[in-house]
């Protein structure tokens, strides 16, 4: 199983920009998916995640309001749309799978087994 992500950057606060994790070896309409992040000197934190049907969906406080996670079944390809992005946003981006099929969402980064590489975002004020 592979995880790849993509589409960070840099950018200046208030602006936005969408992640990309595309799957190979799962077909993500069977199992949930994660997005975490981690800032520098700082532990990996859970951003969001989506249901394995992709009609649920769960967020942290401090992205809530201004990320949405959603799923392309067809692309494989889970999304992270983040808008009104902030300073305190800077981190490496890690989309995360739950090999669980029909599994719950959850946001303990233990209960995902399958791990992106990452992709960096970076807000400059």
């Known amino acids: 199983v592979q995880l790849q992500a993509s589409g960070g950057g840099l950018v200046q606060a208030g602006g936005s920009l969408r992640l990309s994790c595309v799957a190979y070896?799962?077909?993500?309409?069977?199992?949930?998916m994660g997005w975490f992040r981690q800032a520098p000197g700082k532990e990996r934190e859970f951003v969001g995640a989506?249901?394995?049907?992709?009609?649920?969906?769960v967020y942290a406080d401090t992205v809530k309001g201004r990320f949405t996670i959603s799923k392309d079944n067809a692309r494989n390809t889970v999304y992270l749309q983040m808008n009104s992005l902030k300073p305190e946003d800077t981190g490496v981006y890690f989309c995360a799978l739950d090999d669980v099929r029909f599994g719950t969402t959850s946001s303990a980064s233990h209960e995902y087994d399958f791990w992106g590489q990452g992709t960096q975002v970076t807000v400059s004020s």
């Open positions: 070896g799962r077909t993500l309409s069977l199992f949930p």
């Open positions: 989506i249901s394995w049907s992709g009609r649920g969906t």
